[in-house]
C-alpha cells in the first residue's frame, strides 16, 4: 500500500518562528511536491523536487524553501512564519516524469500561523 | 497566469443523475490529465487520468473525455452518488522532462442532493 505521510495533522506557530513540515514517502519515488491549498485558489504548487537535493520553484515560493537530502524525505520550511502562510499543506509524491502516473498525497498539514 | 482552469467553483446535482465537471487548459505542451478527488481535512485521491493521444477513458462510474482542439476535458459520474460529495480537481502535466511539475485548476465542490 503506497504511502505518504507528514508529520502532523495540525500545528499551530506564532509569528516570525521558523517552521519545519516533513513529508516521508515510501515508494522510491524521483518526485516530491509541496502544495498549499486555500479556498476559492485551488492547490498552488510552492517547491517541487526531481532528484536528491535538487529543487525548482513553483508558483509561490516567497517565503519558503524546501531540503531534500534523502530521496524518501522532502522538507518544507518557513523561514519567518507570517499569518498570510495560515493554509493547508499538501505533500505529495510520482514517479519519474517519463512516466504517465499519478501523484500520490499525503493527508495534508493545517498549519496556522497567530 | 492560470493553466488549468475550473471555471465552476460548486455544482449541485440530484442523487442517481449525470454529474459533468469542467476543466479547460491553455498550456499545448500537456500531455497527461487527471482528476482528483479530495474531502475535507483530507489529501486528495486519484480518480481517473487522460493520456492526450486518447479522447476517453472510462473507470467504472466514472468516464473523462479531452477534446484536444478545444483544450477542454470533462468528468462525468454515472449515477451520482451521495459519498461522491467532495471537492474535485482537474490536474496537468507535460511529460517531457524528468522536472515535470503538476499543475492544479482551482476545484469544484460537487453536492449530491438526495
Known amino acids: 500500500d503506497v504511502k505518504v505521510t507528514q508529520s502532523s495533522r495540525y500545528l499551530v506557530k506564532r509569528t516570525g518562528e521558523k517552521v519545519f513540515l516533513e513529508c516521508v514517502q515510501d515508494?522510491?519515488?524521483?518526485?516530491m511536491f509541496w502544495y498549499r491549498q486555500d479556498p476559492g485558489l485551488g492547490l498552488r504548487l510552492i517547491y517541487f523536487s526531481y532528484d536528491v537535493k535538487m529543487k525548482e520553484k513553483g508558483d509561490i515560493p516567497e517565503g519558503y524553501s524546501v531540503s531534500r537530502e534523502k530521496k524518501e524525505r522532502f522538507s518544507l520550511i518557513l523561514e519567518s512564519a507570517s499569518t498570510n502562510q495560515t493554509s493547508m499543506y499538501l505533500c505529495?509524491?510520482?514517479?519519474?516524469?517519463?512516466?504517465?502516473?499519478?501523484?500520490?498525497f499525503g493527508q495534508g498539514t493545517r498549519l496556522t500561523v497567530v | 497566469d492560470q493553466q488549468v482552469k475550473q471555471n465552476s467553483p460548486s455544482l449541485s446535482v440530484q442523487e442517481g443523475r449525470i454529474s459533468i465537471l469542467n476543466c479547460d487548459y491553455t498550456?499545448?505542451?500537456?500531455?497527461?490529465f487527471l482528476w482528483y478527488k479530495k474531502y475535507p481535512a483530507e489529501g486528495p485521491t486519484f480518480l481517473i487520468s487522460i493520456s492526450s493521444i486518447k479522447d476517453k477513458n472510462e473507470d467504472g462510474r466514472f468516464t473523462v473525455f479531452l477534446n484536444k482542439s478545444a483544450k477542454h476535458l470533462s468528468l462525468h459520474i454515472v449515477p451520482s452518488q451521495p459519498g461522491d460529495s467532495a471537492v474535485y480537481f482537474c490536474a496537468a502535466v507535460s511529460a517531457g522532462s524528468s522536472a515535470s511539475k503538476i499543475i492544479f485548476g482551482s476545484g469544484t465542490r460537487l453536492s449530491i442532493r438526495p
Open positions: 498550456n499545448s505542451m500537456f500531455d497527461y
Open positions: 505529495a509524491s510520482r514517479a519519474r516524469a517519463l512516466m504517465n502516473t499519478e501523484a500520490f
Open positions: 515508494m522510491d519515488h524521483e518526485n
